[in-house]
């Protein structure tokens, strides 16, 4: 959902032309009256670095606003549609996809387009047949994903001109991110924005020559229809396809020496302190202070920016801003639980906020966001004590275990934003599942409160803590189609002192009443057409994942948490690791029987799964000081240096550089709704150095950083998470060492002292001593 702009570019006056000649090239293609580039708010969010200004971002690497705006693109943010009817009767059309596993290829199954997976066997079609291919990148929760299939590829005509002119290939973004990074990487630059679908056209040898993201089905005002994008694409292969191929093939140059991360000669590792600083200022500037967060709407819950101010503070306790970093991250935190992002329900967080309040969600729950925001809040718990904090690290973990949890202890993917509002609707809206009217809320809730003033009822006293409004408490401009029309999104209005003051009951009388009233909703929502469940299984997801139980297992003492953090690993273990070829498998899946099931050539893992598992994994090791966990660690670490490392420049790939259907070697130069591989990887060799006694793994993470210098020491608020590791290089990480019997109560009572504190900058280990 988030887009992660990473932008990099060298200040090369080609690199800047020949990207501003494919965007004039794009623009005359795709135009109707003007050129136009579709910036898809609903299902991407606002880029990542345009939340938190995108202006000196682009400053800092050589290219203006205006000139990366170049060819008079105009962004239309997209609203909120609905998927149509689901059906029982046997399918007119059926595809390749039918035979896949991953759920996003899989609704595309039935569509009148002969779509082909990403492979050899669509690459060799249109170099044989001499077409052009029409890549199509989503992912299963995507809401504009939907819509697009619904108005597009479910469309006879439109299906007949796909298939007869171009090899179309359909790509799960989560399944091959590899894939989705390079040509994601050429539409942001292309067209000055991303976002998913995203809809690229490419050279029978992979080379892209136009892309965007969603498009209408036809002609709407200026805006061209995919019907007419389509036809003006056929017409130009046929008669301008040497152009067409030139112009792609020279931004692919020009993105290969822009995208360029290495270490220059005699480069040094940058300053922590002055990064640190210079991080903070520039996420102090765009903080919002009424409501926390960074920037206006949309908002999103960015926990990397979170850890990084909370990690500032450790070591800038007495200063004012060291203050300041810690009522940001902390204000931040509470509003957000306050807020209807979070799900006061049925628990968990959805993917961000559409206004500045964190009040009206874009309503579907992803993995990575629960996992990082366990981490996130339980570190607010250690560094001020406040209960609220570890409830709700608790309540997402609960969410977790509940709804995203496999029985082979692995973890699924994402819960989607639509739903069928009752048994009966065939369209689907978003929120369904998670909304509620004021009548639903009176029927459920119809009890008088005993002593409560003016014989209030408990439905009086929920409607009044979470804002309920007898005519809906959502915005009309935060619901342009009318999908939340008379509904409530419950958020926290007033503490529970005010409300127990406003009804003249007890404070534990109303927590007693609330928590009531939550779960007799929950029932009735259980009742509900549930939203789609992605169950695809990632490595690197379920790595974050693991952290998260580890990290709050380990503060709160709960073995059960524990427990099933090892029940992770040791999915992940047997699951997505082939021990044969000793690398991570990136993703498996659950089958229709229940069971864990993997594709015919499975996918092999990517950056993201090894750096994420091995975090992961350190994690569990310091939590239960098991030491297989800290030797599979190791040796995961020895195999993604063997796999990813840059020998040349520094640094990992994203992908293994040798696979020649990925076009670039990236390296993700951006912290956004997952951490950098490359910021996740600097730690875990900085922590692996000192567990193991490699100090060539201090060296390599030191070199990593460098690489990155140039980044961090202009625009360190892209990579917070990396700065942290700067931070650790500087202060050097602490041994702490508690000796004992393991089962002696003195032993417990000195790790669980260890453990209720925020230390960023430590390694703990417990000795077994007689």
Same mark, same amino acid.
């Given at each position: 959902?988030?887009?992660?702009?990473?932008?990099?570019?060298?200040?090369?006056?080609?690199?800047?032309?020949?990207?501003?000649q494919a965007r004039l090239f794009t623009g005359s293609l795709l135009r109707k009256d003007t050129p136009y580039t579709l910036y898809n708010s609903r299902?991407?969010?606002?880029?990542?670095?345009? /939340?938190?200004?995108?202006?000196?971002?682009?400053?800092?690497?050589?290219?203006?606003?205006?000139?990366?705006?170049?060819?008079?693109?105009?962004?239309?943010?997209?609203?909120?549609?609905?998927?149509?009817?689901?059906?029982?009767?046997?399918?007119?059309?059926?595809?390749?996809?039918?035979?896949?596993?991953?759920?996003?290829?899989?609704?595309?199954?039935?569509?009148?387009?002969?779509?082909?997976?990403?492979?050899?066997?669509?690459?060799?079609?249109?170099?044989?047949?001499?077409?052009?291919?029409?890549?199509?990148?989503?992912?299963?929760?995507?809401?504009?994903?939907?819509?697009?299939?619904?108005?597009?590829?479910?469309?006879?005509?439109?299906?007949?001109?796909?298939?007869?002119?171009?090899?179309?290939?359909?790509?799960?973004?989560?399944?091959?991110?590899?894939?989705?990074?390079?040509?994601?990487?050429?539409?942001?630059?292309?067209?000055?924005?991303?976002?998913?679908?995203?809809?690229?056209?490419?050279?029978?040898?992979?080379?892209?020559?136009?892309?965007?993201?969603?498009?209408?089905?036809?002609?709407?005002?200026?805006?061209?229809?995919?019907?007419?994008?389509?036809?003006?694409?056929?017409?130009?292969?046929?008669?301008?396809?040497?152009?067409?191929?030139?112009?792609?093939?020279?931004?692919?140059?020009?993105?290969?020496?822009?995208?360029?991360?290495?270490?220059?000669?005699?480069?040094?590792?940058?300053?922590?302190?002055?990064?640190?600083?210079?991080?903070?200022?520039?996420?102090?500037?765009?903080?919002?202070?009424?409501?926390?967060?960074?920037?206006?709407?949309?908002?999103?819950?960015?926990?990397?920016?979170?850890?990084?101010?909370?990690?500032?503070?450790?070591?800038?306790?007495?200063?004012?801003?060291?203050?300041?970093?810690?009522?940001?991250?902390?204000?931040?935190?509470?509003?957000?639980?306050?807020?209807?992002?979070?799900?006061?329900?049925?628990?968990?967080?959805?993917?961000?906020?559409?206004?500045?309040?964190?009040?009206?969600?874009?309503?579907?729950?992803?993995?990575?966001?629960?996992?990082?925001?366990?981490?996130?809040?339980?570190?607010?718990?250690?560094?001020?004590?406040?209960?609220?904090?570890?409830?709700?690290?608790?309540?997402?973990?609960?969410?977790?275990?509940?709804?995203?949890?496999?029985?082979?202890?692995?973890?699924?993917?994402?819960?989607?934003?639509?739903?069928?509002?009752?048994?009966?609707?065939?369209?689907?809206?978003?929120?369904?599942?998670?909304?509620?009217?004021?009548?639903?809320?009176?029927?459920?809730?119809?009890?008088?409160?005993?002593?409560?003033?003016?014989?209030?009822? /408990?439905?009086?006293?929920?409607?009044?803590?979470?804002?309920?409004?007898?005519?809906?408490?959502?915005?009309?401009?935060?619901?342009?189609?009318?999908?939340?029309? *008379?509904?409530?999104?419950?958020?926290?209005?007033?503490?529970?002192?005010?409300?127990?003051?406003?009804?003249?009951?007890?404070?534990?009388?109303?927590?007693?009443?609330?928590?009531?009233?939550?779960?007799?909703?929950?029932?009735?929502?259980?009742?509900?057409?549930?939203?789609?469940?992605?169950?695809?299984?990632?490595?690197?997801?379920?790595?974050?994942?693991?952290?998260?139980?580890?990290?709050?297992?380990?503060?709160?003492?709960?073995?059960?948490?524990?427990?099933?953090?090892?029940?992770?690993?040791?999915?992940?273990?047997?699951?997505?690791?082939?021990?044969?070829?000793?690398?991570?498998?990136?993703?498996?899946?659950?089958?229709?029987?229940?069971?864990?099931?993997?594709?015919?050539?499975?996918?092999?893992?990517?950056?993201?799964?090894?750096?994420?598992?091995?975090?992961?994994?350190?994690?569990?090791?310091?939590?239960?000081?098991?030491?297989?966990?800290?030797?599979?660690?190791? *040796?995961?670490?020895?195999?993604?240096?063997?796999?990813?490392?840059?020998?040349?420049?520094?640094?990992?790939?994203?992908?293994?550089?040798?696979?020649?259907?990925?076009?670039?070697?990236?390296?993700?130069?951006?912290?956004?709704?997952?951490?950098?591989?490359?910021?996740?990887?600097?730690?875990?060799?900085?922590?692996?150095?000192?567990?193991?006694?490699?100090?060539?793994?201090?060296?390599?993470?030191?070199?990593?950083?460098?690489?990155?210098?140039?980044?961090?020491?202009?625009?360190?608020?892209?990579?917070?998470?990396?700065?942290?590791?700067?931070?650790?290089?500087?202060?050097?990480?602490?041994?702490?060492?508690?000796?004992?019997?393991?089962?002696?109560?003195?032993?417990?009572?000195?790790?669980?002292?260890?453990?209720?504190?925020?230390?960023?900058?430590?390694?703990?280990?417990?000795?077994?001593?007689?």
């Amino acid at each position: 959902m988030m887009l992660r702009l990473g932008f990099a570019w060298s200040t090369s006056s080609n690199t800047t032309k020949h990207i501003a000649q494919a965007r004039l090239f794009t623009g005359s293609l795709l135009r109707k009256d003007t050129p136009y580039t579709l910036y898809n708010s609903r299902c991407s969010g606002l880029p990542q670095a345009l /939340q938190f200004g995108q202006k000196s971002v682009l400053a800092s690497t050589g290219l203006s606003w205006d000139s990366f705006r170049s060819s008079g693109a105009v962004f239309f943010s997209m609203a909120s549609g609905s998927d149509g009817p689901d059906t029982l009767k046997s399918p007119k059309h059926t595809n390749r996809l039918s035979k896949e596993k991953s759920s996003y290829l899989l609704q595309h199954a039935h569509n009148p387009v002969d779509w082909y997976p990403w492979g050899q066997e669509a690459f060799d079609k249109a170099q044989s047949e001499d077409k052009p291919i029409f890549l199509s990148v989503g992912y299963s929760t995507c809401h504009w994903c939907h819509v697009m299939e619904r108005e597009s590829f479910e469309d006879e005509e439109i299906g007949k001109i796909l298939s007869e002119n171009f090899v179309c290939i359909k790509v799960d973004r989560e399944e091959r991110p590899d894939v989705d990074k390079v040509y994601m990487t050429f539409v942001q630059a292309t067209s000055g924005g991303g976002g998913w679908p995203m809809s690229v056209w490419l050279t029978p040898d992979l080379r892209p020559f136009i892309g965007g993201t969603y498009f209408p089905p036809r002609d709407s005002g200026r805006r061209p229809g995919l019907k007419t994008v389509l036809l003006r694409i056929i017409e130009q292969w046929q008669s301008n396809r040497e152009t067409l191929k030139s112009t792609g093939e020279r931004v692919l140059e020009a993105l290969r020496k822009g995208t360029e991360i290495s270490a220059s000669p005699g480069e040094t590792l940058p300053s922590g302190p002055d990064v640190a600083n210079r991080c903070y200022q520039q996420l102090a500037h765009s903080y919002e202070e009424e409501y926390g967060g960074f920037r206006e709407a949309p908002k999103f819950p960015s926990p990397v920016n979170l850890m990084f101010l909370m990690s500032f503070w450790t070591v800038n306790r007495t200063s004012s801003e060291g203050a300041e970093a810690l009522q940001m991250a902390l204000h931040t935190l509470r509003m957000m639980a306050l807020g209807g992002i979070h799900d006061h329900v049925a628990q968990g967080f959805h993917r961000y906020s559409t206004d500045s309040s964190w009040h009206v969600p874009h309503f579907e729950k992803m993995l990575y966001d629960q996992a990082q925001l366990a981490v996130a809040y339980i570190t607010a718990y250690q560094v001020s004590g406040e209960c609220l904090f570890a409830d709700v690290a608790r309540d997402v973990l609960l969410y977790v275990s509940r709804d995203l949890s496999d029985k082979s202890g692995g973890f699924y993917s994402a819960e989607d934003a639509d739903s069928f509002p009752t048994v009966e609707s065939t369209e689907k809206r978003e929120g369904a599942f998670c909304v509620w009217t004021a009548g639903e809320i009176r029927e459920l809730l119809p009890d008088i409160v005993e002593g409560a003033a003016g014989g209030a009822t /408990q439905a009086d006293i929920f409607m009044h803590h979470y804002g309920v409004k007898e005519q809906g408490n959502v915005a009309p401009d935060q619901d342009p189609h009318g999908e939340l029309q *008379g509904q409530n999104v419950l958020i926290v209005r007033y503490s529970v002192e005010l409300t127990a003051a406003h009804f003249s009951i007890s404070v534990d009388r109303l927590s007693e009443l609330l928590s009531d009233a939550r779960a007799k909703l929950a029932e009735v929502r259980k009742a509900r057409p549930p939203p789609h469940l992605d169950t695809k299984m990632l490595a690197s997801w379920n790595g974050l994942m693991l952290s998260g139980f580890a990290r709050v297992g380990a503060v709160l003492g709960d073995k059960a948490l524990l427990e099933r953090a090892e029940r992770a690993a040791c999915f992940l273990q047997e699951h997505l690791w082939d021990e044969e070829g000793q690398r991570i498998l990136h993703s498996c899946y659950r089958g229709n029987n229940m069971e864990v099931e993997q594709v015919a050539s499975p996918i092999a893992g990517f950056l993201d799964d090894y750096a994420f598992v091995v975090s992961g994994v350190l994690d569990l090791f310091e939590a239960t000081q098991r030491v297989r966990w800290l030797q599979w660690a190791e *040796g995961l670490q020895l195999r993604q240096d063997q796999l990813f490392w840059d020998s040349h420049g520094s640094g990992y790939f994203c992908s293994d550089p040798s696979d020649p259907t990925v076009l670039l070697a990236l390296k993700q130069d951006q912290d956004g709704a997952e951490p950098s591989a490359n910021s996740v990887s600097a730690m875990n060799l900085l922590r692996l150095s000192h567990l193991t006694g490699r100090q060539d793994w201090i060296q390599r993470s030191q070199e990593l950083l460098t690489a990155f210098s140039d980044r961090l020491i202009k625009v360190p608020i892209a990579l917070p998470d990396m700065v942290r590791s700067v931070m650790a290089q500087h202060y050097t990480l602490k041994q702490i060492v508690i000796c004992g019997q393991p089962d002696a109560e003195d032993t417990a009572s000195l790790i669980s002292c260890v453990n209720s504190l925020f230390l960023p900058h430590k390694i703990s280990l417990s000795l077994h001593c007689m």
